[in-house]
């Protein structure tokens, strides 16, 4: 080994000129340590087990420091009756581990002069979800070309609780008669999987005619469904359709944000 090169009195003075400078090595490293600032969430450092700057580890999830905003992939508008509009925008949360109790959104409608209505409203959205975004029977001045849609506000929270999940049993339309004046009808009945019985299930109704335009769009609320129960929804338009239809699609959403929506058991 390396010390057999050396006779015993040279290991004895090697020995003795190792240990001061373990001792400097080891007191340049204490005050090294005192003098170096403590590590923070808010240093601009990898450090502490982060897995990017100030993100990750002991700190925030990186995707609450940075969350991706919500994908808007379109909006759309159909007639609810004279100059008033279903509209309706089609958006997703992308973020793996973010959701959000409260999103706050507006629909503007538009002709050729400008803006004829518009309508502010608030929703909440789960990790990953892709949602409809309904306001039904929007008023407006005149005929309306176009319909956009934005997020004004939203507030992020770290949270991968996944939505109740209800089984879509049955979807049908017809046409009735009111007043002499014809109406189209779409009913539909889900059934509640979930072990728990919910105070408020909101679902939304979307149809659309063969060519995938918007024909209407409604949210439906229904109380008190217990777990194992099944809930049946109406929704009416007055007039018929501007075509013949070709999907309806029936969305039931359970807003778990919301303490009060679980009927708790005495």
């Avoid at 279903?86 to 002709?111: G, M, R, T, W």
């Avoid at 014809?182 to 072990?195: L, R």
């Avoid at 008190?224 to 338009?237: C, E, F, M, T, Y």
Wanted: with cysteine; aromatic share 10%.
């Amino acid at each position: 080994g390396v010390f057999g090169m050396f006779s015993w009195r040279g290991r004895r003075q090697l020995i003795a000129l190792s240990i001061p400078l373990f001792l400097i090595s080891g007191i340049i490293f204490w005050f090294g340590a005192r003098l170096l600032p403590q590590a923070t969430c808010f240093d601009n450092r990898r450090n502490q087990g982060e897995t990017s700057v100030d993100c990750g580890g002991p700190c925030r999830a990186c995707e609450l420091k940075s969350p991706a905003p919500l994908s808007i992939f379109w909006a759309r508008a159909g007639m609810a009756g004279p100059n008033a509009y279903d509209s309706i925008a089609l958006v997703e949360n992308p973020n793996q581990s973010l959701s959000s109790a409260k999103v706050e959104y507006e629909f503007i409608l538009l002709d050729e002069l400008g803006i004829i209505g518009r309508r502010t409203g608030e929703t909440y959205i789960y990790s990953q979800e892709r949602l409809y975004v309904i306001e039904p029977n929007i008023e407006t001045s005149r005929e309306a070309l176009r319909v956009e849609f934005r997020v004004t506000h939203i507030e992020w929270q770290l949270n991968q609780e996944r939505p109740p999940v209800f089984i879509v049993e049955r979807r049908e339309h017809s046409v009735v008669q009111a007043d002499g004046l014809k109406q189209i009808m779409v009913e539909a009945q889900f059934f509640n999987v979930n072990p728990l019985d919910f105070r408020e299930v909101e679902t939304s109704v979307v149809v659309f005619d063969t060519d995938g335009n918007l024909i209407g769009a409604n949210r439906i609320l229904t109380e008190n469904l217990s777990a194992g129960s099944r809930g049946v929804i109406k929704s009416i338009w007055p007039g018929a359709f501007g075509g013949v239809v070709g999907k309806i699609e029936v969305i039931p959403r359970v807003n778990l944000f919301d303490s009060d929506v679980i009927i708790r058991p005495r």
